[in-house]
């Protein structure tokens, strides 16, 4: 019947996987963001090795290093390519530290809010009915607040710190997450395979975990992408304002609010450079998540 | 007949189109009245047995109740009216485990399988959530379920999205099959496919019928399919039975008018050229479904009785016909 079937698994090429690949190398922008984004996860996790300074020990700075533009060299010899502080602190060094913080937060808060948004949006779309709208319902209240405002009094009230400043990002944007899985689970539901399924006699808990989740993921991804980016950059807005991680752990929001009263007097370079690293690190994740919705809408896809 | 493994006894199943809130305040404002609900009876006062072992067609135009009937009986949906009993057991009270005796074959494969989901994976999901055969034994199990359904085992490591249509659907009959069913509904299950590949997925369908003792329900809207593979063939109008026999004699012979339009409107293999008699008007809005016999504005027979009161359901002979007019 099949004689001519090579007795192998399928190449990589015709996986699932395989096809994305290849689809997501086709267009250079998307390729451009990944390595951007990849250089952004590698500075990050490994800034202590990379940083020409720990910029938070205090004994390696030299306040005669102190307002240095971009490309001097400080009393050591050394040279500060992106200039220093009133301190003296590395500006290119408080900046991959600096990543470190707003990545680990950025991430952390969007995973989090990804698995919180996955139950309950797929409760909502399983189970239905009373269930499907109260929980919706609480979802739409929480879309109807502006992200900032929520996360703002939840600080206030929570005070400062890494782990209540991802609270408040995770209760921000869990609800997003609710509310596509929401959508996408229903369509998903509604197909014979899941039918199939129930012929089969299988457990809620197996047609959820093992069928519904599984095919609801891929769009998803492209959310968590964007998530992690607007995770980011709110985290920096917190921290430009004032109310967001401990001076302890500097994010690049805060060294750009640093560097903020500064511009004035002409140290352009405290503010700027984290200020591009961020916008960096930014564009690189909307990129990849932008070509990823692309590639994984079948409508958008090529052939 | 021996003991019936199923039995359907006037079954029905409607389906409310719920007023949206808008639709019902508008409603309320303007009339003062709450809008009428608009129900559609599916299935309407259904009964039939089914011996084990025996194939029954069922057999009608789209719409017309086929494969609502096919998810009542697996559970997929609820009847509001009658009752299902197999082996003497009514189905609703029936534990999960007794009813994996029922299986399905779905029209679309493609559409019935998880995209996400390695083929050979899904065949075996559910003889292992159930225990069918003893771990250690899956394997074999699984050898012998594919070479039954003539799949190339190189196949169950693909997803469903990378084998032919043909395969993908003796892959929706394994999963099936893996549980050790006594009784498959087929949904039409060779509408999606290729006429050249339809007649293979039929021939194995009998072959595992007669291997296995299977019985089976076989929706269908191809006459001689079901002239082939079943015994006995039921004919649905707008979720009414109006004929069931012998399927042989009813198709030979049909004594409802409904069902002899559809025989001729059936393309057959002749070497004359003929003409294509389709049946007139359209199927009536199952919405508003016309007084009388539901086929009555169709019918060249009709009478003003088909046009006042609906005709139940007699013996004529061996089969049963619901007729005032018999052919």
């Known amino acids: 019947m099949s004689g001519n079937i090579p007795v192998t698994k399928p190449p990589f090429s015709q996986t699932p996987m395989g096809e994305l690949v290849s689809d997501f190398t086709a267009n250079p922008f998307a390729v451009l963001g990944f390595f951007g984004l990849l250089a952004v996860i590698i500075c990050a996790i490994f800034a202590p090795y990379i940083a020409p300074q720990n910029p938070y020990d205090l004994m390696t700075l030299d306040f005669m290093d102190g307002n240095l533009p971009p490309g001097s060299t400080g009393g050591m010899g050394q040279v500060f390519m992106l200039g220093t502080d009133d301190q003296g602190r590395d500006v290119w060094s408080s900046i991959l530290y600096g990543l470190r913080t707003s990545l680990a937060v950025g991430a952390a808060s969007a995973f989090i809010a990804f698995g919180i948004g996955c139950i309950v949006g797929l409760i909502a779309a399983y189970a239905g009915g009373l269930t499907d709208t109260l929980i919706m319902r609480l979802v739409e209240l929480q879309l109807s607040f502006p992200a900032i405002l929520i996360a703002m009094i939840l600080v206030a009230v929570l005070g400062q710190g890494t782990d209540k400043i991802i609270l408040a990002l995770v209760a921000v944007q869990w609800a997003y997450y609710a509310r596509t899985i929401r959508g996408l689970a229903l369509v998903e539901k509604g197909r014979e395979y899941i039918e199939a399924t129930h012929v089969l006699g299988f457990s809620h808990f197996r047609i959820v975990l093992r069928h519904l989740l599984p095919n609801c993921i891929p769009p998803l991804i492209v959310i968590v992408t964007m998530q992690v980016a607007s995770a980011i950059a709110l985290e920096a807005t917190l921290s430009f304002l004032g109310i967001g991680l401990p001076l302890t752990e500097p994010s690049l929001g805060q060294q750009i609010a640093n560097g903020y009263g500064y511009m004035q007097a002409g140290r352009y370079w405290l503010s700027i450079f984290p200020g591009v690293a961020l916008l960096f690190t930014i564009v690189s994740l909307n990129l990849v998540g932008d070509h990823l919705r692309d590639i994984l809408n079948p409508k958008t896809r090529r052939q | ?327």
């Open chain 2, 1 to 327: 007949m021996t003991a019936p493994l199923l039995s359907v006894r006037n079954l029905g199943r409607k389906f409310v189109q719920k007023p949206s809130a808008v639709a019902v305040a508008a409603s309320l404002l303007t009339t003062g009245k709450r809008p009428v609900q608009k129900a559609v009876r599916a299935v309407n006062d259904i009964s039939f047995d089914l011996g084990p072992g025996e194939a029954l067609g069922l057999v009608g135009e789209s719409g017309c109740g086929k494969s609502t009937v096919a998810r009542l009986i697996t559970g997929l949906i609820t009847p509001d009216q009658g009752a299902i009993t197999y082996k003497g057991e009514t189905l609703a009270a029936m534990a999960r485990k007794d009813r994996l005796k029922i299986q399905m074959v779905f029209q679309d494969p493609l559409g019935s399988l998880d995209p996400r989901m390695r083929l050979g994976d899904q065949i075996a999901e559910g003889v292992r959530v159930h225990n069918i055969v003893p771990a250690a034994e899956l394997k074999d199990y699984l050898a012998g379920i594919f070479a039954d359904c003539g799949i190339d085992p190189v196949l169950a490591q693909r997803y469903p999205h990378q084998v032919s249509g043909g395969q993908r659907q003796r892959f929706g009959i394994a999963r099936a099959l893996a549980m050790k069913p006594d009784l498959v509904i087929c949904d039409e299950p060779v509408a999606a496919l290729d006429v050249s590949i339809q007649a293979q997925v039929i021939n194995l369908l009998a072959r595992l019928r007669r291997e296995r003792g299977l019985s089976y329900i076989f929706i269908s809207h191809d006459l001689n399919v079901v002239r082939h593979l079943c015994d006995r063939v039921a004919v649905m109008y707008l979720g009414k039975l109006i004929e069931i026999g012998d399927a042989a004699e009813v198709l030979s012979d049909p004594r409802h008018p409904y069902t002899s339009a559809l025989g001729d409107a059936a393309p057959r293999v002749t070497l004359d050229a003929q003409e294509f008699r389709a049946i007139k008007g359209e199927i009536p809005s199952p919405l508003n479904p016309p007084k009388g016999c539901f086929f009555n504005p169709r019918c060249s027979l009709a009478t003003d009785l088909c046009r006042s009161e609906a005709p139940e359901l007699r013996d004529l002979g061996a089969r049963k016909v619901a007729c005032h007019t018999p052919l």
